[in-house]
Structures are given as structure tokens and as C-alpha cells.
């Protein structure tokens, strides 16, 4: 099985692949508004190279409640590749997506598809958005406006 894993948060992202037997990985920093060049980082592990987009079985992100910008970024880039190329898109949620890099992403998303017998129907690009389940400062912030805004004194 061969995976594309892609971890972004902050002012750093990680890619790796793992192609067969072989882990590779990529990091770089980066200003915190600022996306990298996946394709750039893409052939920096060897994509065209050493393997092709098309080869890949398995593509993945890590999700992170805490960082909306990066995941939107690495979720939107990811779903046009599979959706492009039918193959499936497995998100590894993480609140703690700092510590997380993306050979522990690439790991997870490989045991979760073999977990699902290869069931490719089950990690569809088009159900694999990112979910911002938990954010407490948000969320108490809009607590304190629905009174107002629904109760109106």
C-alpha cells in the first residue's frame, strides 16, 4: 500500500510518503498566513521520480479544531487530487496536531483503511471535510450572545 500523508499547523507542515516499505518524509517551516507549495514538497519526497500521484492508494490529513486555516488548506488541496483521481481520502482527527507528524498521520490512515478491508467507499473525498468539534473560547463567546440576540431585553 502506498500513502500520502499531509499534516499542517501553524507556522509548519509535514508530508510523507510511504511508498511499499519505504518512509519518506518532508517538514518546513513557514510564516503562519502562509501555505506551502505542496507540488514543491511533493517532489522533494519523489513524486514523478520515484512514484506518481496515480500509484498512491491512499491519501490523508491530519484535522485539527485548532487550526481552521492549514486544515481547510491541506483538506481543499487533497479533495481536488482524489476527487481527480478516484482514490480515498482518510482525515485523522488530532487536538493535538503539534505533536503530530505526518508519518503518524500516514500510519493511522493506512491501519484505519486495512481495519475497513479496503473498503474505499468508506473514505470518500467528498465526505472528508474537516470538523471543528470543539472550540471552547468560540464557543463560549456565542453562548454569551444568543441571549441578546434571541431574547432581546
Known amino acids: 500500500m502506498n500513502v500520502i500523508a499531509i499534516q499542517s499547523s501553524g507556522n509548519q507542515t509535514s508530508l510523507c510518503a510511504i511508498i511499499k516499505d519505504d518512509v519518506v518524509q518532508y517538514s518546513l517551516k513557514h510564516e503562519r498566513k502562509e501555505r506551502p507549495n505542496w507540488s514543491e514538497m511533493l517532489s522533494n519526497i519523489g513524486l514523478d521520480s520515484f512514484f506518481t500521484l496515480e500509484e498512491i492508494d491512499i491519501f490523508a490529513y491530519a484535522n485539527n479544531s ?6 481547510r488548506s491541506v483538506a481543499a488541496y487533497l479533495k481536488g487530487i ?27 490512515a493506512l491501519e484505519m483503511y486495512l481495519d475497513s478491508k479496503n473498503n474505499s467507499e468508506s473514505f470518500k473525498s467528498d465526505t472528508a471535510n474537516p470538523i471543528y468539534s470543539s472550540i471552547p473560547f468560540l464557543e463560549e463567546k456565542i453562548s454569551n450572545l444568543l441571549p441578546r440576540v434571541f431574547y432581546p431585553h
Not at 485548532?66 to 486544515?71: E, I, L
Not at 482524489?82 to 493511522?108: E, F, G, W
Open 66 to 71: 485548532n487550526s481552521y486555516t492549514a486544515t
Open 82 to 108: 482524489t476527487s481527480a483521481i478516484s482514490k480515498p481520502l482518510i482525515v485523522i482527527d488530532s487536538d493535538d496536531v503539534d505533536n503530530l507528524d505526518s508519518d503518524a498521520v500516514a500510519k493511522k
